[in-house]
């Protein structure tokens, strides 16, 4: 799912999954739908794309990697884990202070079904409250 940036000072959010792929069509159309603004300002196999959150904000740069990517920190981070396939699949990553699942069903389980537009922005939306929550709980 969609990762996002949430304008707090001293904490900056990135994403990495257990392996590289490319984003689903149907994630960049959730998340259109849901007022986000996406521009692919790469076209390969794995598409790189500029996500804009905010007319004002500079976008936040988008595309699939492995949480040890160089585009990623190497340590001094503390990291979510939002699948249930990838908190089994990762009980060690190197670099992290912390690891916390909070964790989500893939709604990858729709694809191909009449509901996998409802799942997914279901699914969007549950993940953006729980993250909105546990931001809020970041004291400045």
């Not at 990762?3 to 900056?12: E, L």
């Not at 279901?122 to 004291?139: D, G, T």
Request: aromatic share 12%; net charge negative; glycine share 6%.
């Amino acid at each position: 799912m969609a990762s996002a940036y949430f304008n707090i000072p001293n904490v900056h959010c990135y994403s990495g999954g257990t392996e590289e792929t490319a984003l689903f069509p149907k994630v960049a159309e959730t998340l259109t739908n849901q007022g986000f603004h996406i521009f692919k300002i790469a076209e390969t196999d794995n598409p790189v794309y500029a996500i804009k959150y905010s007319d004002n904000a500079l976008p936040v740069i988008g595309f699939s990697k492995k949480y040890d990517s160089p585009f990623n920190p190497a340590s001094a981070f503390v990291a979510i884990m939002t699948c249930s396939q990838a908190d089994g699949g990762c009980p060690f990553i190197a670099g992290a202070e912390k690891r916390i699942p909070i964790t989500f069903e893939d709604p990858k389980i729709s694809d191909g079904s009449p509901e996998q537009a409802q799942v997914y922005a279901e699914r969007s939306l549950q993940i953006a409250q729980e993250m909105f929550y546990v931001f809020s709980m970041i004291k400045s």
